[in-house]
């Protein structure tokens, strides 16, 4: 094996994955200053403005914060399991990012032909972290948080796989990269942003975000499945939330907004650099949907919750699936 085999096999791979994780890790931290920021103006206060100009050093004095505080095991924990357990939470994040296109003809570290089966698995292994966080801390209300999680995977993966795969038969290929370079009808971009709100309710409840962070909501389990972690092991908690933000963001304006692109493939040929960027801003504008809907829409009950997904969620996904399939026999 020549060194070009090398080069683009392991080392420019490598290369990649190095800066996907060092842009995420940024944009974590700075993502909850842009949150706090947001929260603040929609209830008329300042928000962080003391650490740095505006309180743009906030994050980092944050990451101090939790990187310094005392590092505290309790006894009654099952030990190896409460450890791995906030990385495992973390880690699929970072993973989804294999397959999602940020240039023309190029994925963030690999354009495989089936990037979307690798986002179905990746985003199966989300709420496992969370479920053994819950389960080896021994606590009631830990435990409580993990069987939540579990319940609203099962409710909330469903007809969000039914959406994807409704996705799937529209482009024809498994691959994102495809997905996003494949010119599209005028009905059939219609049709997506028809699937958009329900899809992000999905989302929603997939990253356990407000208004359906019940396995951590503070005024029923105290922190929920977080409850006994502290420090730098919450910390990887919260990095795990905010990149899987990010992360489904991506996602989003990969599958329903065109990805990297700009509107009819303005500057995608003689300006690929910028496709980057034009993806950032599309995140940029998801992740202030998320904020929002913090903003403005209470928590329902947990049974609300569920009865949603299984009687109006489920259903709906499954007649979208089925009209998806009808449109594409009869006019692609």
């Given at each position: 094996m020549d060194f070009a085999w090398w080069l683009n096999t392991l080392i420019l791979p490598t290369i990649r994955a190095l800066v996907v994780i060092l842009v995420l890790?940024?944009?974590?931290?700075?993502?909850?200053?842009?949150?706090?920021k947001l929260l603040a103006r929609f209830q008329v206060r300042y928000g962080p403005n003391r650490a740095g100009p505006k309180g743009l050093l906030q994050p980092i004095a944050d990451a101090f914060k939790a990187v310094f505080k005392e590092e505290i095991v309790p006894n009654h924990v099952?030990?190896?399991?409460?450890?791995?357990?906030?990385?495992?939470?973390?880690?699929?994040?970072?993973?989804?990012?294999?397959?999602?296109?940020?240039?023309?003809?190029?994925?963030?570290?690999?354009?495989?032909?089936?990037?979307?089966?690798?986002?179905?698995?990746?985003?199966?292994?989300?709420?496992?972290?969370?479920?053994?966080?819950?389960?080896?801390?021994?606590?009631?209300?830990?435990?409580?948080?993990?069987?939540?999680?579990?319940?609203?995977?099962?409710?909330?993966?469903?007809?969000?796989?039914?959406?994807?795969?409704?996705?799937?038969?529209?482009?024809?290929?498994?691959?994102?990269?495809?997905?996003?370079?494949?010119?599209?009808?005028?009905?059939?971009?219609?049709?997506l942003w028809l699937m958009f709100p329900l899809f992000f309710i999905c989302i929603l409840a997939e990253t356990n975000r407000s208004p359906f962070d019940l396995p951590e909501t503070e005024n029923e389990l105290v922190a929920g499945?977080?409850?006994?972690?502290?420090?730098?092991?919450?910390?990887?908690?919260?990095?795990?939330?905010?990149?899987?933000?990010?992360?489904?963001?991506?996602?989003?304006?990969?599958?329903?907004?065109?990805?990297?692109?700009?509107?009819?493939?303005?500057?995608?040929?003689?300006?690929?650099?910028?496709?980057?960027?034009?993806?950032?801003?599309?995140?940029?504008?998801l992740l202030f949907l998320f904020i929002w809907v913090r903003a403005s829409v209470g928590r329902p009950r947990y049974d609300q919750l569920m009865?949603?997904?299984?009687?109006?969620?489920l259903p709906i996904s499954l007649a979208y699936f089925v009209i998806t399939v009808l449109l594409t026999v009869f006019f692609k």
């Open positions: 890790l940024t944009g974590f931290a700075y993502l909850t200053w842009y949150e706090r099952d030990k190896p399991i409460y450890l791995i357990a906030p990385a495992l939470a973390l880690v699929p994040a970072l993973l989804i990012w294999a397959v999602i296109p940020v240039a023309k003809g190029q994925a963030a570290i690999a354009d495989v032909p089936i990037g979307f089966l690798w986002i179905l698995a990746i985003v199966g292994l989300e709420s496992y972290g969370i479920i053994l966080a819950g389960w080896s801390s021994n606590n009631n209300y830990s435990l409580l948080g993990a069987l939540r999680s579990s319940a609203q995977m099962i409710a909330y993966e469903l007809p969000m796989g039914a959406f994807l795969v409704s996705i799937l038969v529209l482009a024809g290929s498994f691959s994102l990269v495809t997905l996003v370079e494949t010119p599209r009808a005028w009905w059939e971009w219609i049709w499945f977080q409850t006994e972690y502290g420090g730098i092991k919450f910390a990887l908690f919260f990095m795990a939330e905010y990149i899987s933000m990010i992360t489904t963001s991506a996602i989003m304006a990969t599958l329903f907004f065109g990805g990297y692109a700009l509107p009819f493939g303005i500057g995608s040929d003689f300006l690929p650099w910028l496709g980057p960027f034009i993806l950032a801003g599309k995140v940029i504008v009865r949603f997904a299984w009687k109006v969620l």
